[in-house]
Protein backbone atom coordinates (compact mmCIF):
# COMPACT_ATOMS: atom_id res chain seq x y z
CA UNK A 1 0.00 0.00 0.00
CA UNK A 2 1.34 3.76 -0.69
CA UNK A 3 0.99 6.95 0.47
CA UNK A 4 -1.24 9.04 -0.37
CA UNK A 5 -0.81 11.92 -2.69
CA UNK A 6 -1.36 14.99 -0.55
CA UNK A 7 1.19 12.79 1.72
CA UNK A 8 3.70 13.33 -1.40
CA UNK A 9 3.29 16.60 -2.12
CA UNK A 10 3.40 17.44 1.74
CA UNK A 11 6.59 16.33 2.34
CA UNK A 12 8.27 17.43 -0.97
CA UNK A 13 7.12 21.02 -0.22
CA UNK A 14 8.86 20.62 3.49
CA UNK A 15 11.49 19.51 2.63
CA UNK A 16 12.19 21.83 -0.35
CA UNK A 17 11.47 25.07 1.95
CA UNK A 18 13.71 23.05 4.46
CA UNK A 19 16.61 23.22 1.76
CA UNK A 20 16.16 26.70 1.07
CA UNK A 21 16.03 27.98 4.20
CA UNK A 22 19.17 26.01 5.20
CA UNK A 23 21.01 27.56 2.19
CA UNK A 24 20.12 30.47 2.96
CA UNK A 25 21.17 30.26 6.49
CA UNK A 26 24.75 29.05 5.25
CA UNK A 27 25.23 32.45 2.64
CA UNK A 28 24.75 34.28 5.70
CA UNK A 29 27.46 32.73 7.39
CA UNK A 30 29.67 33.90 4.31
CA UNK A 31 30.20 37.86 4.12
CA UNK A 32 32.12 37.10 1.00
CA UNK A 33 29.39 35.35 -0.85
CA UNK A 34 26.70 38.04 0.58
CA UNK A 35 29.04 41.05 -1.19
CA UNK A 36 29.42 39.09 -4.26
CA UNK A 37 25.82 38.00 -4.94
CA UNK A 38 24.83 41.43 -4.00
CA UNK A 39 23.31 40.22 -0.88
CA UNK A 40 24.58 42.96 1.53
CA UNK A 41 20.45 44.62 1.84
CA UNK A 42 19.08 41.52 2.68
CA UNK A 43 21.02 41.10 6.09
CA UNK A 44 21.20 37.49 5.95
CA UNK A 45 24.13 37.30 8.49
CA UNK A 46 21.61 39.01 10.89
CA UNK A 47 18.69 36.24 9.96
CA UNK A 48 21.10 33.27 10.33
CA UNK A 49 19.71 31.63 13.46
CA UNK A 50 15.95 32.54 12.21
CA UNK A 51 16.43 30.74 8.83
CA UNK A 52 17.90 27.79 10.71
CA UNK A 53 15.03 27.54 12.98
CA UNK A 54 13.01 27.69 9.98
CA UNK A 55 14.92 24.90 8.31
CA UNK A 56 14.58 22.36 11.16
CA UNK A 57 10.49 23.40 11.63
CA UNK A 58 10.22 22.75 7.90
CA UNK A 59 12.34 19.21 8.38
CA UNK A 60 9.97 18.04 11.73
CA UNK A 61 7.00 19.51 9.02
CA UNK A 62 8.26 16.81 6.57
CA UNK A 63 8.47 13.91 9.48
CA UNK A 64 4.76 14.54 10.03
CA UNK A 65 3.52 14.29 6.53
CA UNK A 66 5.30 11.28 6.46
CA UNK A 67 4.09 9.60 9.75
CA UNK A 68 0.35 10.41 9.01
CA UNK A 69 0.95 8.71 5.64
CA UNK A 70 2.14 5.53 7.12
CA UNK A 71 -1.06 3.16 6.81
CA UNK A 72 -1.91 2.31 10.84
CA UNK A 73 -4.45 -0.55 9.59
CA UNK A 74 -4.14 -4.11 8.65
CA UNK A 75 -3.39 -4.94 5.32
CA UNK A 76 -6.37 -5.93 3.33
CA UNK A 77 -5.82 -9.65 2.12
CA UNK A 78 -6.31 -10.56 -1.17
CA UNK A 79 -9.81 -12.29 -2.12
CA UNK A 80 -9.80 -15.53 -3.81
CA UNK A 81 -12.54 -16.71 -5.77
CA UNK A 82 -14.04 -19.80 -5.73
CA UNK A 83 -14.88 -21.38 -8.85
CA UNK A 84 -18.60 -22.15 -9.95
CA UNK A 85 -19.76 -25.88 -9.01
CA UNK A 86 -20.83 -27.81 -12.22
CA UNK A 87 -23.41 -29.91 -12.16
CA UNK A 88 -22.57 -33.90 -13.22
CA UNK A 89 -26.36 -35.00 -14.10
CA UNK A 90 -28.32 -34.14 -17.12
CA UNK A 91 -31.64 -32.09 -15.89
CA UNK A 92 -34.54 -31.73 -18.51
CA UNK A 93 -37.23 -29.97 -16.78
CA UNK A 94 -37.69 -30.90 -13.31
CA UNK A 95 -36.94 -34.99 -13.79
CA UNK A 96 -33.31 -36.23 -13.71
CA UNK A 97 -32.05 -38.51 -16.55
CA UNK A 98 -30.52 -41.70 -14.92
CA UNK A 99 -29.83 -44.41 -17.75
CA UNK A 100 -31.25 -47.60 -17.58
CA UNK A 101 -29.25 -51.14 -18.30
CA UNK A 102 -30.35 -54.35 -19.23
CA UNK A 103 -28.35 -57.42 -18.84
CA UNK A 104 -28.22 -60.04 -21.05
CA UNK A 105 -25.77 -62.87 -20.80
CA UNK A 106 -24.38 -61.60 -18.00
CA UNK A 107 -22.58 -58.38 -19.83
CA UNK A 108 -24.78 -54.57 -19.13
CA UNK A 109 -25.75 -53.63 -22.66
CA UNK A 110 -27.05 -50.04 -23.04
CA UNK A 111 -30.72 -49.33 -24.03
CA UNK A 112 -32.23 -46.27 -25.31
CA UNK A 113 -33.35 -43.91 -23.00
CA UNK A 114 -36.89 -42.18 -23.27
CA UNK A 115 -36.77 -38.49 -21.80
CA UNK A 116 -39.58 -37.63 -19.78
CA UNK A 117 -40.41 -34.33 -18.88
CA UNK A 118 -42.77 -31.87 -17.73
CA UNK A 119 -44.37 -28.48 -17.53
CA UNK A 120 -43.01 -25.80 -20.41
CA UNK A 121 -40.61 -27.73 -21.60
CA UNK A 122 -42.20 -31.05 -22.27
CA UNK A 123 -41.77 -32.95 -25.44
CA UNK A 124 -43.61 -36.13 -26.49
CA UNK A 125 -41.97 -39.29 -26.03
CA UNK A 126 -39.35 -40.63 -28.61
CA UNK A 127 -41.39 -43.49 -30.77
CA UNK A 128 -38.41 -45.51 -31.93
CA UNK A 129 -37.26 -46.24 -28.24
CA UNK A 130 -37.29 -50.03 -27.49
CA UNK A 131 -39.07 -50.03 -24.02
CA UNK A 132 -36.94 -52.14 -22.01
CA UNK A 133 -37.62 -53.24 -18.25
CA UNK A 134 -35.42 -51.76 -15.40
CA UNK A 135 -32.98 -53.82 -13.95
CA UNK A 136 -32.85 -54.02 -10.39
CA UNK A 137 -29.42 -52.53 -9.04
CA UNK A 138 -29.48 -54.76 -6.12
CA UNK A 139 -30.69 -58.04 -7.11
CA UNK A 140 -28.36 -60.74 -7.33
CA UNK A 141 -27.68 -61.91 -11.35
CA UNK A 142 -26.02 -65.36 -11.54
CA UNK A 143 -23.25 -64.59 -14.15
CA UNK A 144 -24.26 -66.06 -17.84
CA UNK A 145 -27.54 -66.08 -17.44
CA UNK A 146 -30.02 -64.38 -18.85
CA UNK A 147 -32.39 -61.92 -16.14
CA UNK A 148 -35.91 -62.66 -15.76
CA UNK A 149 -38.06 -59.72 -16.61
CA UNK A 150 -40.15 -60.51 -14.48
CA UNK A 151 -37.54 -60.55 -11.22
CA UNK A 152 -35.84 -57.74 -12.08
CA UNK A 153 -38.64 -54.83 -12.00
CA UNK A 154 -36.86 -52.06 -9.80
CA UNK A 155 -39.64 -50.74 -8.00
CA UNK A 156 -39.77 -47.05 -7.95
CA UNK A 157 -41.27 -45.36 -4.62
CA UNK A 158 -44.25 -43.61 -4.67
CA UNK A 159 -42.34 -39.46 -4.09
CA UNK A 160 -46.17 -38.18 -2.61
CA UNK A 161 -45.71 -40.96 0.38
CA UNK A 162 -43.70 -38.81 2.75
CA UNK A 163 -42.97 -40.83 6.29
CA UNK A 164 -43.59 -39.32 9.14
CA UNK A 165 -42.23 -39.14 12.39
CA UNK A 166 -44.02 -40.47 15.38
CA UNK A 167 -43.51 -38.46 18.53
CA UNK A 168 -43.23 -40.65 21.48
CA UNK A 169 -44.93 -38.81 24.58
CA UNK A 170 -42.79 -37.63 27.22
CA UNK A 171 -43.47 -38.09 31.23
CA UNK A 172 -44.08 -35.11 32.74
CA UNK A 173 -42.52 -35.13 36.14
CA UNK A 174 -45.66 -34.27 39.00
CA UNK A 175 -43.70 -32.30 41.64
CA UNK A 176 -45.05 -33.25 45.15
CA UNK A 177 -45.89 -30.28 47.57
CA UNK A 178 -43.49 -30.77 51.13
CA UNK A 179 -44.70 -29.04 53.79
CA UNK A 180 -42.27 -26.54 54.77
CA UNK A 181 -41.57 -25.43 58.25
CA UNK A 182 -43.27 -22.31 59.90
CA UNK A 183 -41.40 -20.21 62.03
CA UNK A 184 -42.56 -19.43 65.24
CA UNK A 185 -41.96 -15.67 66.48
CA UNK A 186 -40.07 -15.85 69.99
CA UNK A 187 -41.10 -12.52 72.13
CA UNK A 188 -38.50 -10.27 72.58
CA UNK A 189 -38.62 -8.40 75.64
CA UNK A 190 -39.62 -4.85 76.30
CA UNK A 191 -37.50 -2.10 76.14
CA UNK A 192 -36.87 -0.60 79.94
CA UNK A 193 -38.11 2.75 80.20
CA UNK A 194 -35.07 5.58 81.56
CA UNK A 195 -36.68 7.80 83.36
CA UNK A 196 -36.06 11.59 82.41
CA UNK A 197 -33.67 13.79 84.37
CA UNK A 198 -36.04 17.23 85.27
CA UNK A 199 -34.01 20.47 84.98
CA UNK A 200 -33.99 21.36 88.57
CA UNK A 201 -33.25 25.47 88.39
CA UNK A 202 -30.18 27.16 89.79
CA UNK A 203 -31.38 30.02 92.70
CA UNK A 204 -29.98 33.01 92.27
CA UNK A 205 -28.37 34.93 94.83
CA UNK A 206 -27.02 38.54 94.51
CA UNK A 207 -28.12 41.51 92.37
CA UNK A 208 -29.30 41.02 89.01
CA UNK A 209 -28.52 43.68 85.75
CA UNK A 210 -29.77 43.10 82.14
CA UNK A 211 -27.36 43.73 79.24
CA UNK A 212 -28.47 46.98 77.21
CA UNK A 213 -26.94 47.17 73.88
CA UNK A 214 -29.83 47.93 71.42
CA UNK A 215 -29.88 45.02 69.77
CA UNK A 216 -25.92 44.02 69.45
CA UNK A 217 -23.50 41.87 71.46
CA UNK A 218 -20.76 42.65 74.28
CA UNK A 219 -17.58 40.98 75.39
CA UNK A 220 -17.19 39.81 79.00
CA UNK A 221 -13.36 40.39 79.79
CA UNK A 222 -11.27 38.80 81.31
CA UNK A 223 -9.91 42.49 83.24
CA UNK A 224 -11.14 45.71 82.15
CA UNK A 225 -10.09 46.69 78.80
CA UNK A 226 -8.10 42.81 78.82
CA UNK A 227 -8.76 39.63 76.86
CA UNK A 228 -12.49 38.88 76.00
CA UNK A 229 -13.85 35.82 77.47
CA UNK A 230 -17.59 34.76 76.03
CA UNK A 231 -20.30 37.53 74.23
CA UNK A 232 -23.48 38.31 75.75
CA UNK A 233 -26.23 39.41 73.75
CA UNK A 234 -28.82 42.05 74.08
CA UNK A 235 -31.22 41.30 77.32
CA UNK A 236 -29.47 38.45 78.84
CA UNK A 237 -29.27 38.80 82.69
CA UNK A 238 -26.20 38.95 84.29
CA UNK A 239 -25.12 38.79 87.93
CA UNK A 240 -23.60 41.67 89.80
CA UNK A 241 -20.10 40.97 91.40
CA UNK A 242 -18.97 43.67 94.02
CA UNK A 243 -16.10 44.85 91.65
CA UNK A 244 -16.09 48.41 90.64
CA UNK A 245 -12.89 49.54 87.90
CA UNK A 246 -11.94 52.74 85.93
CA UNK A 247 -9.98 52.24 83.14
CA UNK A 248 -9.14 54.85 80.90
CA UNK A 249 -12.18 57.49 82.09
CA UNK A 250 -14.58 54.31 81.70
CA UNK A 251 -16.50 52.53 84.17
CA UNK A 252 -16.35 48.84 84.42
CA UNK A 253 -18.03 46.46 86.67
CA UNK A 254 -17.40 43.13 87.44
CA UNK A 255 -20.21 40.43 86.57
CA UNK A 256 -20.96 36.99 86.40
CA UNK A 257 -23.06 35.12 83.84
CA UNK A 258 -25.94 32.56 84.54
CA UNK A 259 -23.29 30.07 83.31
CA UNK A 260 -21.02 30.58 86.01
CA UNK A 261 -18.15 32.54 83.99
CA UNK A 262 -17.24 36.10 86.06
CA UNK A 263 -15.56 38.75 83.47
CA UNK A 264 -15.89 42.57 82.85
CA UNK A 265 -18.29 44.80 80.94
CA UNK A 266 -18.85 48.33 80.99
CA UNK A 267 -21.28 50.04 83.40
CA UNK A 268 -22.86 51.95 80.59
CA UNK A 269 -23.79 48.85 79.10
CA UNK A 270 -25.85 47.30 82.31
CA UNK A 271 -29.26 48.31 83.35
CA UNK A 272 -30.96 47.54 86.67
Do not use: C, K, Y
Request: no cysteine; hydrophobic share 40%; charged share 10%.
Amino acid sequence: MGFPTWTLIGMGAAILAALIAIGLALLGQSPTTIRRLSLARARLDMRVRALTGWGFAFILLAIGFFLAGVPLGPAAEPVTQLPEPTATDTVTGDVTQIPLDTIIDGEATPTSRSTVSTGAFGQPADPTATPTSPVAANSPTAEGDEADPEETVEGTPDPSVTPSRTVAPTATATASSVPTETATPTPSPSPTQTPTPTLTPTPITGDTATISTNGSTLWVRRTPGGTPLVIVTDGELVILLPGHANQGGIEWQEIQTLAGLQGWVQTEFLQN
